[in-house]
């Protein structure tokens, strides 16, 4: 059984700062594209940014110059640091690996739960 953890989200402060983490448990063979989402009430989720297995990124326009992903292939692990902080950065956080194989070589598409990130004064 394969499950991904996100954690690290809270409240800040406008201009603050804050690192999102995500890893992923289990039986795991190997994982391709890690992905971080966020979605707020009432709105689409948005893809934020994505990072492949040999570190090539890509990020919404929104978030250009400000959040940085990375991952930890040893540990399974993606991360999101996220710099000068607006409120319309607020949102729940999700991560996402689109194409993880588990050690039964079978490929699935697996969501965490979400963290929350409140950027308020």
């Known amino acids: 059984q394969v499950h991904l953890v996100e954690s690290g989200g809270g409240l800040v402060q406008p201009g603050g700062s804050l690192t999102l983490s995500c890893a992923a448990f289990?039986?795991?063979?190997?994982?391709?594209?890690m992905t971080w989402y966020r979605q707020a009430p009432g709105n689409q989720r948005e893809l934020v940014a994505t990072?492949?297995?040999?570190?090539?990124?890509n990020y919404a326009d929104s978030v250009k110059g400000r959040f940085t992903i990375s991952r930890d292939n040893a540990k399974d692990t993606a991360y999101l640091q996220m710099r000068s902080l607006k409120p319309e950065d607020t949102a729940r956080y999700y991560c996402?690996?689109?194409?993880?194989?588990?050690?039964?070589?079978?490929?699935?598409?697996?969501w965490g739960q979400g963290t929350q990130v409140t950027v308020s004064s």
């Open positions: 996402n690996a689109p194409r993880l194989i588990d050690r039964s070589l079978t490929q699935k598409d697996y």
């Open positions: 289990g039986s795991i063979l190997s994982i391709n594209n």
């Open positions: 990072i492949t297995r040999d570190g090539t990124t």
